[in-house]
């Protein structure tokens, strides 16, 4: 009977280290502090944005967006430029208490409302920011997707 738990632990024991071993330090970049770390470099597009049952990616196709160190966020089209703030946290909510909470709020542009949010950070790869809003329910749920262009 002990050989047969021992069988048993070394085979949890291997699976367990090729668990962590697969995993790979992309996986953990949705923290505050690596989110803050990761926008404040370069220039970033929105290349996705699903709002409301919506794909409203094709409205911000000329924006680029720098979010700077002191959360000033910008917004520049052409010659135009629009600030606005923007900030990372931990979430502070009991169902959401592991989740990194995104904030926008940029305007008074009324084409910036739909951004201004309380984003959840679902995933960062460096170059690449995906963040949903569901706030308004299951049946409701925004996504935004934001692409480093330099």
């Known amino acids: 009977m002990k050989l ?13 280290i090729s668990i962590f071993a697969s995993c790979n330090s992309e996986d953990y970049k949705t ?12 220039t970033w597009t929105i290349s996705y944005f699903y709002d409301s049952g919506v794909d409203k990616t ?20 052409e010659t135009n430029s629009y600030t606005g703030q923007w900030f990372v946290s931990n979430s502070t909510s009991d169902g959401d208490i592991y989740s990194t909470i995104f904030k926008v709020s940029i305007g008074p542009n ?8 309380d984003w959840k950070v679902m995933e960062n ?13 299951e049946t409701a749920i925004d996504y935004l997707t934001l692409q480093k262009i330099e």
């Open 125 to 137: 790869k460096g170059s690449s920011l995906t963040l949903k809003d569901d706030s308004h329910g």
């Open 110 to 117: 009324e084409i910036f409302q739909d951004l201004n949010a």
């Open 31 to 42: 923290g505050a502090d690596e989110v803050t770390d990761t926008v404040k470099e370069g």
């Open 4 to 16: 047969k738990n021992i069988f048993r632990f070394v085979i949890l024991t291997a699976i367990a």
């Open 58 to 77: 094709a409205d911000y196709a000329a924006y680029n967006f720098v979010f700077s160190d002191k959360n000033i966020l910008t917004a520049v089209k």
